[in-house]
């Protein structure tokens, strides 16, 4: 069988159009995709994709996240053991978060972190034998919008949702920010944080993210006007 | 994510439908019924599990099977063992070690085929669920009548005729069988016959996995 790029494929499909790419440049090979000798294989059911130069994946719908490196997640804090803290990420493990990797933080100068304080953060290890390890700060020293997120609200959704919302071609952040403010973030596990002015402000960005989950860019647009208009007249 | 019967060519398989996402608060779950047939399949995973369980090179999978009394017995483990031996091989397990893959199936009707339904069922939750898979299985039922004739994807009347009873499942990349069992007696050729039989007609399974996925990427975007 003969795959191209934006075919639906399904485990077990080989594409030999990457192999023979690979004969003569770098292939970069993403999620999706596996090498057995000098196949490729597909591995998860979703839409073939493909990004110059060579960068191969696909697009599947999961809801389980499983740890990769780089990824910013929202998590919670579930343990305090010793000098580290133990967030719950919805990976098959908890990940390790130490007290050193926050800005400004040294021995005598802890973070004032608690347990069940929900934390915006990054993965710095993610190996499948490895327990995975979070960071609060970048490469230089400075936390930039990782740390704790302070009061707000947490739901989850699928992983699929939250690549479609974070995808810069996407019109909901942008259409909903016109309408009233609101903060923001989206953890790559599935994980949303959202704070508003008020509970019901808060409720009606919640619902218009799940609800644009199964629906096209044109739709979302009139389904935040929607949900705008709604709210102004509650309010009024 | 609903699909009409299909229309079938050579080969007559009993009419599948099919729900992906059916529950909301597990990872991957489906529920197919194929004729009158109903399971519905829940997947959850990968997860924490049981050290005692754990294993370091792949991940381990759990699968229950409840029937409609909901009584626990030995031919559910019987079907527990095929479904959880089937799935393993299709499984990427070693991409997810020390942890635990749970799959809960639960029987809804069964006027024959039950098995293979399961296998189906559970093939598609994982799709659902977007685990790392080698390769799709499908699994196909095969029934040698009171003359001797095969009669593929029986129904319940036909099972009860029948002298012989065989399932197969294949996997999609090369067609290989990867599960086998059967009930009563038949001759060699007869197997073999019916062997052939299944195989071509997992394509049709295979076919009906890729409508209702190419339905769903569709609409995630």
Known sequence: MNLSIGDVVLPGDRCDEISKIAVKSKVLIGPGLRRES??????????????????????????????????????TVIQKAGDIFRVDVGGSCP???????????TKKNRPEVQIGDVIYAKMLVASKDMEPEL????????????????????FKSSLSLIRKILNPS???????????????AAGMNGRIWIKANSMRETIAVGNAILAAEYLS???????????????????? | MKIEPEKLKHHNLKPMKCELNYLSKSDGSSILSQGNTVVLVSVNGPLEIKSAYQSMEKATLEVLFSNKGGKP???DRFKENVIRQTCESAILGCLFPRTGINIT????????????????????????????????VAAVTCAVDDVGNLVLDPTHEQI???????????????????????EGKFSEDTYLEALELCRSASDLVFKFYREIVSKYCSVIG
Request: proline share 3%.
């Open chain 2, 73 to 75: 017995s030995v031919a």
């Open chain 1, 217 to 236: 860019d044109e739709d979302i647009k009139s389904m935040c006007n929607n949900v705008a208009s709604i709210l102004a007249g509650h309010l009024s």
């Open chain 1, 135 to 154: 960071v609060c700060v970048d490469s230089h020293g400075k936390k930039g919008r990782l740390g704790v997120l302070t009061d707000g609200f947490v």
């Open chain 1, 38 to 75: 000098d196949n490729v294989y597909i591995t998860k059911p979703g839409i073939l994709k493909k990004r110059n130069p060579n960068t191969f994946w696909v697009d599947s719908y999961q809801k389980r996240y499983i740890p990769s490196r780089g990824e910013n997640i929202i998590g």
């Open chain 1, 170 to 184: 996407c019109p909901l952040i942008d259409s909903l920010k016109k309408e009233w403010p609101f903060e923001i």
């Open chain 2, 160 to 182: 009860q005729s029948s002298q012989a009873l065989m399932y197969f499942v294949f996997e999609s990349s090369e067609k290989n069988m990867v599960t086998g069992f059967t």
């Open chain 1, 95 to 105: 990940a390790a978060l130490s007290y050193l990797s926050f800005e400004g933080a």
């Open chain 2, 105 to 136: 199936i639960q029987e809804l009707e069964n006027y024959g085929g039950l098995v293979a339904c399961a296998v189906n069922c559970t093939c598609l939750a994982l799709l659902n669920s977007g685990v790392a898979m080698r390769h799709v």
